[in-house]
């Protein structure tokens, strides 16, 4: 047994996170936000030659053949770059949809209503980066159907929670395609959930590093903020709750890979429940160590919290991982 | 990344498990709680069954008489006893933990001749005078004096949260041997024997109801300089290097003991029908993600010592995590309890479905409340992960002034 990160594990993460700041820095990024098309189909290209949607795929169908270990690394960089995009749904695409694996493709998803399940039958299916897709998939129990994005009844809905995740509202959503049966969707919610955490991981930690520079050059009352232990201990909660969300988020990663050490739908449910939990809260505190300036459009702590919302409602909620960790307590 | 555990490591699992099979229906009647004599008995003779097979100072290095384990062994060991519910440590916790590696780290020849062995065989016990009661958090303001007369050190002050001091031979004792307002580069590191005339061992009782602790008074007691651990006013770094022997597995049994519980809460919950309603069910989940998380944390710290040999910052994360998952665990389960938990004490359920388990979980939400405040609060915890992990700028210094004052 050694949990740590391998050598290469960390060169790979590291290139990653090379080509994101030197392709998709914030600034350019900002640049499309409150637009509905974010998806900089160039960078998405670039992100496929970097083997970001087909590194799990096997080498005979011409992909990486990496675990899903390796691919949490690199989606908790895409995470920290706040790279905008169905970055997780194109990865899981890659093999089923042609050109997902490769970044030609840009593919959406979203979850179909559960019948009788809170909610269903009231609130309108709400479908992110419509206008950036070419192929919308939606998951269910039952499996998953292709739509094409165009020929959905879709209403896009002004003031996104996210500049930059543009949302539409689908009120019918009628049968698509199959493309895949009830086995291949589990894998995906599992692998989803857990791709979807390593990203919100990788948000915690940029905004408790945002927010650990700002208190650092901030000086109030003749000394740097982050001096105060008001200040200091709410940046040291953040560290230890991204660093706590990170190792669910590789422990149910090589859960995946190596099914004998355990429960993988159990691990991935506790790693995606604690991963929204780290971003969302460290999102908030963010915004609350950058004060007044913090609460302004301007200064990105409000990016990280708003995505961090926006990828809490995927792949599984708070409440609805937490029941599926609870059943498994009870022995249902 | 590998969570797969070594054909080798899993064959010293197998037979460690066999063997706690073999001595574990054969131990005594455990002493109540407050038995200190029966406890020492009970954990002493735990320590000679582990120490006639070969598996006394598991961690210790071989040329301490250890067995020189790994890191992932020593984690499997603590694994497997705690589920087999083996004996805690107990009162060989000093001594195993503490100043058995300090006197391997630091001792001379004749040093770990004389007080390692009887360690390993649970034939001495020792304790621990490290705090004072105006030096907790800052340790290095300690006050407690030793003086050179001849051959020995003529110690006077006062120590405080010295666990099983009533049953212990030997006391790990830090002195100030430098000026007062020498801090740290004024320490030693003392063995003190608890039967030297002007040692006072006055019990402290705990919101627990129990004694675990004790202050020591301590009346111009003669200790041999021969006694000292290391270089007269080093004891800090000597202290320091013991601690650096921890591997990341100090909550190992903790840890696997808070899972057992949440299994037992949900367990109650069943029975009084709290299981139906979401929020309890919720907040059952919710803490098995925490517990889980922690597990992972506890394998990537010990993978780490593996590899480096020191251990990493994971252990300030995971005190720091793992406190207040165990304060969330104790809410839980004394909620679920309701007014029966208003003692300490299991009682029938009037349904005739047997014990409710109120003893365990109100004794074990009362000592939960030291978590955030035993071996470093979180407050300081914070700090340290604020100031040295995150590099933010550092609290006020202690001034030689400011220590007189």
Known sequence: ?332 | MDLRYSDAEQAFRSSLRAWLATVLPDLPKKPSPEDWPGRRAYDTHWQRVLFDAGYAGVDWPVEGGGRGASPVEELIFKEELERAHAPYVGVNFVGLLHAGPTVIAEGTAGQRARFLPPILRGDEVWCQGFSEPNAGSDLASMRTRAVRDGDDYVVTGQKIWTSHAEVADYCELLVRTGSEDSRHRGISWLILPMDTPGVDIRPLHTIAGSTEFAELFLDEVRVPVANRVGEENDGWRVTMVTLSFERGTAFVGDLLEAIELLGASVELARRTGAWADPGTRRQAGHLKAELDALWALTKRNVSQAARTGIPGVGGTYFKLAYSEARHKLGEFSLGLLERAGLAAHDLEGIDGSGLLPAGTMVEDWLRGISLTIAAGTSQIQRNIVGERILGLPKEPQATAAGAKG
């Open chain 1, 1 to 332: 047994m050694d949990f740590e990160v391998t050598g290469f594990q960390v060169e790979l993460a590291e290139g990653i996170r090379r080509l994101c700041a030197g392709r998709f820095p914030l600034e350019s990024i900002r640049a499309v936000e409150s637009t509905d098309r974010v998806v900089d189909r160039a960078g998405w290209r670039e992100l496929g030659e970097a083997g970001v949607f087909h590194l799990c795929l096997a080498e005979e169908a011409g992909g990486v053949g990496l675990g899903l270990a390796e691919a949490a690394l690199v989606f908790e960089e895409l995470g920290r770059a706040l790279i905008p995009g169905p970055l997780v749904p194109s990865h899981l695409a890659a093999g089923l949809i042609d050109g997902a694996d490769d970044g030609s493709v840009v593919v959406g998803l979203v979850e179909r209503p559960v019948p009788g399940a809170v909610g269903t039958g009231v609130l309108p299916v709400i479908v992110e980066h419509l206008a950036d897709l070419d192929v919308l998939l939606v998951l269910s129990a039952d499996g998953i159907e292709r739509f094409d994005p165009a020929a959905l009844d879709a209403t896009p809905l002004p003031r996104p929670l996210d500049p930059l995740t543009p949302v539409w509202s689908v009120t019918g959503l009628p049968a698509g395609e199959p493309v895949a049966g009830p086995e291949i969707a589990a894998r995906w919610r599992r692998d989803g959930a857990v791709l979807t955490a390593a990203c919100q991981v990788g948000m915690a930690q940029w905004a408790c590093d945002l927010a650990v520079e700002y208190a650092k050059g901030r000086v109030q009352f003749g000394r740097p903020i982050g001096g105060f232990q008001a200040v200091k201990h709410l940046c040291a909660d953040m560290a230890v709750r991204s660093e706590v969300a990170r190792i669910a988020v590789q422990a149910a990663a090589v859960t995946v890979d190596q099914p004998d050490v355990g429960d993988a739908d159990l691990a991935a449910a506790g790693a995606k429940l604690l991963a929204d939990e780290a971003a969302v809260t460290n999102g908030r505190s963010c915004i609350q160590v950058h004060g007044g300036m913090g609460f302004t459009w301007e200064v990105p702590a409000h990016l990280a919290y708003k995505r961090a919302r926006v990828l809490a409602t995927r792949f599984g909620t708070a409440d609805a991982l937490a029941e599926e960790l609870a059943d498994s307590l009870a022995g249902a």
